[in-house]
């Protein structure tokens, strides 16, 4: 086959792989893996190159982290930590909204979105009946702060391990440089979610007593379990936190903690591999062969050309470019296969332009892509399981209705990442007093909003 002949194919298996997907008519693992073996069986791309294109760091990152998050999932922490959050609130749906969220905004940082949302959105429905009131409100933060969380973590949303493990940017890199900003829109979000449905979330004080009544520790299901899933989990995150100082890839990481864990646990192995994931997994074993067909082809490079063209190569300009796209497209679009897609452009337009720090460029797609995912009903796996849950509860809610609540809400998100790329980036340019300054103005007008939302 000649290389004009490559070129169409690969773009034509891309773009209908991509269509499929989006359709949602045939199951997107089915999809990428027909894709993946059209590029072999077409010979656009040989055993080796397969193998090459497979970006098997993220695949051992979730495959680790999905048997831990298996393990410990059996001890009931989960559902503890959600009734807690509840009764600290005393009650109080708005302030039940907000502790809420924030367990799901801060597991989803640690663990993946869907899991999470698997086992806190149970506790939630049964608040809310405890409550008498309609869980809508609750669902919408719960869904919104587990993409947020993702977010602000290596290990939080699939994109993140994706980046991370094409760039050799670490754990810490990701919490120093995404956090803050996370932060500011976590708050902000609960607290215009909180606006939205005030006149909704008000309950009988007798109907706050029940809630008060619930007894947490029953939750607990296996203590010593429990025991032995924190010190491995604590174990783990310490291990990301100096993964890239030790020179250890972030899948060596969570593999050995889940091979530990399973030490300690004496859990059953086959037992343990029902915790994965397989179609996921498989899932990014096709987009990872599909996409590097189109990069083989030299399609990722002509589409970085074009891109650099539009921004004139100029920094800000291509960041903001990068954000906003992202943020649109994943809003509509699985942002995994946009990701892969957008990782080796980047690195095609870092080396065309002569651009040699390209983070600005990376924590611009990490934001739109994983943010971006809150703007629509199918935006994000998240999404779409918390709706089907409902749905199964009796609560069908509709695809506009979620958009005309979540889509402000992401686009407010953006515009304050927005905000914050372009300080990072003079940041960088500036003195540290001068940074050191900005950072506090920062932390001041953080603290004054979080005391307008407990108000």
């Given at each position: 086959m000649s290389?004009?002949?490559?070129?169409?194919?690969?773009?034509?298996?891309?773009?209908?792989?991509?269509?499929?997907?989006?359709?949602?008519?045939?199951?997107?693992?089915?999809?990428?893996?027909?894709?993946?073996?059209?590029?072999?069986?077409?010979?656009?791309?040989?055993?080796?190159?397969?193998?090459?294109?497979?970006?098997?760091?993220?695949?051992?990152?979730?495959?680790?982290?999905?048997?831990?998050?298996?393990?410990?999932?059996?001890?009931?922490?989960?559902?503890?930590?959600?009734?807690?959050?509840?009764?600290?609130?005393?009650?109080?749906?708005?302030?039940?909204?907000?502790?809420?969220?924030?367990?799901?905004?801060i597991l989803s940082a640690f663990l993946d979105n869907v899991t999470t949302v698997l086992l806190i959105v149970p506790v939630t429905f049964a608040i809310a009946r405890q409550l008498e009131l309609n869980p809508l409100p609750f669902l919408i933060s719960e869904i919104i702060a587990?993409?947020?969380?993702?977010?602000?973590?290596?290990?939080?949303?699939?994109?993140?391990?994706?980046?991370?493990?094409?760039?050799?940017?670490?754990?810490?890199?990701?919490?120093f440089n995404l956090t803050p900003v996370i932060i500011v829109i976590y708050i902000l979000t609960i607290f215009f979610i909180q606006i939205i449905y005030r006149r909704q979330l008000v309950a009988r004080p007798e109907l706050k007593d029940n809630i008060?009544?619930?007894?947490?520790?029953?939750?607990?299901?296996?203590?010593?379990?429990?025991?032995?899933?924190?010190?491995?989990?604590?174990?783990?995150?310490?291990?990301?936190?100096?993964?890239q100082y030790v020179h250890l890839e972030s899948s060596v990481?969570?593999?050995?903690?889940?091979?530990l864990l399973l030490l300690v646990t004496m859990s059953d192995p086959e037992h343990a591999l029902y915790a994965v994931e397989w179609p996921v997994i498989f899932f990014f074993v096709g987009l990872f062969v599909v996409v590097g067909a189109l990069e083989k082809v030299g399609v990722i490079e002509a589409m970085a050309k074009w891109s650099l063209d539009v921004t004139g190569g100029i920094?800000?300009?291509?960041?903001?470019?990068?954000?906003?796209?992202?943020?649109?497209?994943?809003?509509?679009?699985?942002?995994?296969?946009?990701?892969?897609?957008?990782?080796?452009?980047?690195?095609?337009?870092?080396?065309?332009?002569?651009?040699?720090?390209?983070n600005l460029l990376w924590w611009s797609l990490s934001l739109g892509a994983?943010?971006?995912?809150?703007?629509?009903?199918?935006?994000?796996?998240?999404?779409?399981?918390?709706?089907?849950?409902?749905?199964?509860?009796?609560?069908h809610i509709s695809f506009v209705n979620y958009m005309k609540i979540a889509f402000p809400l992401m686009l407010t998100s953006i515009v304050v990442s927005t905000g914050y790329l372009l300080l990072w980036y003079l940041f960088h340019s500036m003195s540290m007093l001068a940074t050191l300054g900005i950072a506090v103005v920062l932390a001041i007008l953080s603290k004054l909003i979080f005391k307008m939302l407990n108000k």
């Open positions: 290389e004009s002949s490559q070129v169409i194919f690969a773009t034509a298996i891309f773009l209908i792989t991509y269509a499929v997907i989006v359709t949602e008519k045939i199951h997107r693992t089915v999809v990428a893996l027909v894709g993946a073996s059209l590029m072999a069986l077409t010979k656009i791309l040989g055993l080796e190159q397969i193998v090459e294109a497979i970006d098997f760091n993220t695949i051992g990152l979730l495959v680790g982290m999905m048997i831990i998050v298996g393990i410990t999932k059996q001890t009931g922490i989960f559902e503890y930590l959600a009734i807690k959050a509840a009764k600290s609130s005393r009650g109080e749906p708005i302030k039940i909204i907000a502790a809420l969220s924030l367990i799901t905004a587990s993409n947020i969380g993702g977010t602000a973590t290596l290990i939080g949303d699939p994109p993140n391990i994706m980046i991370g493990s094409a760039t050799g940017l670490g754990f810490m890199d990701f919490v008060m009544e619930i007894n947490e520790k029953d939750e607990i299901k296996d203590q010593k379990l429990l025991n032995k899933c924190l010190i491995v989990l604590f174990l783990t995150v310490l291990g990301f936190v100096l993964h990481i969570a593999l050995s903690g889940a091979s920094m800000v300009p291509t960041a903001m470019l990068i954000l906003w796209l992202s943020a649109i497209a994943s809003a509509f679009v699985d942002n995994i296969p946009f990701v892969a897609t957008m990782i080796p452009l980047i690195q095609d337009m870092g080396r065309l332009g002569g651009i040699a720090d390209l994983c943010l971006g995912g809150n703007g629509t009903a199918i935006g994000a796996s998240a999404n779409v399981v918390v709706l089907g849950i409902a749905e199964k509860e009796g609560l």
